[in-house]
């Protein structure tokens, strides 16, 4: 008699709040995923009441949020993954992407948040509802985090520890992680620029550390050496992704069993 197949480890999370709106759809064993459902605040045919920011057709206001069946920068399909990121932020994009991709996830992920550009700041006084990349990386961070804990499960049968070392050219990064239940976060970067494209190289620090918080790990990343901050950052969440697929396999003969001495994670 064959085996029966393992159930899946899926997540949908909306996280909503005054500056952001976001959707995650999450399997961290990859596969076919459904399309993000449209809502209120991503309706199938966007209008200027609900861009992003308000004069939607004006050269000051965002680019508005694509269609998840049109190509981006950080989407790519694969027989064994789907992948489609949008956030705002396109480093962000990227980094999501790297870490979706080596991790071994299907990843669709979309935000809506109070971002500010170039132009925007120049108004006066600024619009209101456009701050800076804080809200957008912090609640995205945070929803990926809910969706990993909630398709996570149980956590009972996992090998629960992962480290991995991930170079970039110059750049090299390791990642430890513990599937504890007790968020923990320690990141070492070392970046030497204030900015990565339009992300702050500070909120790669909080927003793993967001991360962490939501998905209920201990994490430490660690940049070893490099010398260009794209790298140094990539390098960390292809790190993050192979101890992130290591912690989460699934262990033949523990099914069921926690992986602790205290007998609960």
Do not use: Y
């Amino acid at each position: 008699m064959p085996p029966s197949p393992l159930p899946a480890r899926t997540a949908f999370i909306e996280r909503n709040t005054k500056e952001t709106k976001i959707q995650v759809s999450l399997s961290l064993d990859g596969g076919a995923l459904d399309l993000l459902p449209s809502s209120t605040h991503f309706p199938s045919t966007p209008s200027s009441s609900t861009s992003s920011l308000a004069h939607a057709s004006s050269p000051f206001s965002l680019p508005p949020i694509p269609e998840q069946t049109e190509e981006t920068h950080a989407s790519q399909t694969s027989p064994s993954q789907q992948i489609w990121i949008w956030t705002g932020i396109g480093f962000l994009d990227h980094m999501l992407h790297a870490l979706a991709k080596h991790a071994g996830w299907s990843l669709r992920l979309r935000s809506r948040g109070d971002l500010a550009t170039n132009l925007l700041t120049q108004l006066t006084p600024p619009p209101s509802h456009a701050v800076d990349d804080h809200h957008t990386t912090e609640d995205t961070l945070l929803a990926l985090g809910a969706a990993f804990s909630t398709a996570l499960g149980a956590r009972t049968g996992l090998a629960r520890f992962g480290t991995a070392h991930a170079p970039l050219d110059e750049a090299l990064a390791r990642a430890v992680i513990d599937l504890s239940n007790r968020p923990f976060f320690v990141g070492v970067f070392g970046f030497q620029t204030e900015k990565i494209g339009t992300l702050s190289t500070q909120m790669i620090h909080h927003g793993l550390q967001s991360w962490s918080q939501a998905a209920g790990v201990t994490l430490h990343v660690d940049v070893l050496r490099g010398e260009n901050d794209h790298h140094r950052a990539e390098s960390a969440f292809k790190a993050l992704a192979g101890a992130v697929r290591e912690a989460c396999r699934r262990v033949e003969g523990r099914e069921g069993e926690v992986v602790s001495t205290k007998g609960v994670l």
